[in-house]
Every structure is written in structure tokens, then in C-alpha cells.
């Protein structure tokens, strides 16, 4: 069992300030954003609902702020809801992925109900997109200072993923590649940095590449 660390640095959100803003954040703009894509999640719930045999959506424990377990919420895109001590990563042209769910998870639609877990705290709108609990036991042992990620609460979005960092990772250097930005998220945090991050998730060309 590997434990939540400070190797790299001290949290981000080590002045009471810092911790405020980013709260004000993601409370301001979570609202804001929940509001837009809420007929969208209200229309792709029934998509799913309709389309396939399962439930609409899907919970899978995650580690959040400090290391402390949360059930992150998303829409259904596979015919497996698998959360347990091994998890199989989802490849490219994955069998298991539904034909609807091709088209959430490459354009992130399966990430809009976590605007929800944004308000309650949960998550932030930006930070380390968190990892199954299983993917965290096993490249918590393999990569330097991994789980300083969780010095901060996880994100809807990242640094690694508008750079390109997201998708499968059999190659243990991608992964590397991933907590290396997360990490440089981490000891350098500010608000137009996250701006930057939401509008790079919009409109950046990186942010898809990869998707599965």
C-alpha cells in the first residue's frame, strides 16, 4: 500500500490564500460550467440508458487529496464496471468500449457529471487527473515521488493531458512522462495557469490526442 508523500514540495496550497482561490475557482466557474452541459448530461444519460444494457453510470474508487479514497463519477462506456485490486487499461479498439462510449470518452462527454464532485468538493476543475486505485498501487512502486500528485485534489483536466499525456500507458515511460507534468502542476500552481489549462482542454490540439 503506498502512502501520499511531500518528496517534491510542500502543497501547492500550503498559504491559507492559495487554498481560498482555488476553492473560489472552482466553486465560480464549476457552477458556471455545470449549468452549460446541464441539458447535454441530461440528453447523454438517456443516450445511454437507451443504447445499451447497464447502468448509466459508473463509479470506481479513486485516491484524492492527501491520499484519501473517493468514488469519482462518470457516464458508462464500457460493458464492464470493473473496480477491484485489478483493473485492465483500456487499449485502442477496445472491445469492451460501447459504440456510444467511443464517442464520450474521446471527446471526454464521460467526464461531464464530475462538475458535480467539483462543487461538493471532491475534485477541482483542474489538477492530476486521478488514476483506479489498482493503476496507483502499482506505479506508486515503479516511478520516484508518484504520489505527491495527491498533495493537491485531482482535476477534471491537467497539465499532462492539454500536452498530451493521457490514454493507455503500457509503456511505463508515458506514465513518467504524465507524472512529470503533474508534478510541475503541483510546485508551481497559480489561477491563470489553470485558465490557461481550461482553455487549452477547449481548444488545444494535444488535449485529444490519445483519447480512447
Known sequence: MCTYVSGVAQSIFRLDTKILAKRIEDIVL??????????????IAALIKFSSTGKVFFYQWRHG????????LKFRTM???????????????????TIIG???RRTSLDEFPQFLQVITGEMSLV?????AVAHNEFYCHK?????????????ITGWAQVNGWRGE?????KMEQRVKYD???VKNWNILWDLKIIFLTVFGSKCKQNAL
Open 183 to 185: 508534478l510541475e502542476y
Open 127 to 131: 489538477g492530476p487527473r486521478p488514476h
Open 30 to 43: 464549476g457552477s458556471i460550467i455545470l449549468l452549460v452541459v446541464a441539458v447535454p448530461i441530461v440528453l
Open 169 to 173: 500507458t503500457q509503456d511505463i515511460s
Open 79 to 97: 460493458t464492464v464496471t470493473e473496480d477491484g485490486p485489478t483493473i485492465t487499461q483500456v487499449i485502442y479498439n477496445d472491445p469492451r468500449v
Open 65 to 72: 487529496l492527501n491520499n484519501t479514497k473517493f468514488r469519482i
Open 143 to 155: 516511478i520516484h515521488n508518484y504520489m505527491v500528485r495527491h498533495s493537491v485534489k485531482p482535476g
Open 102 to 104: 467511443k464517442i464520450l
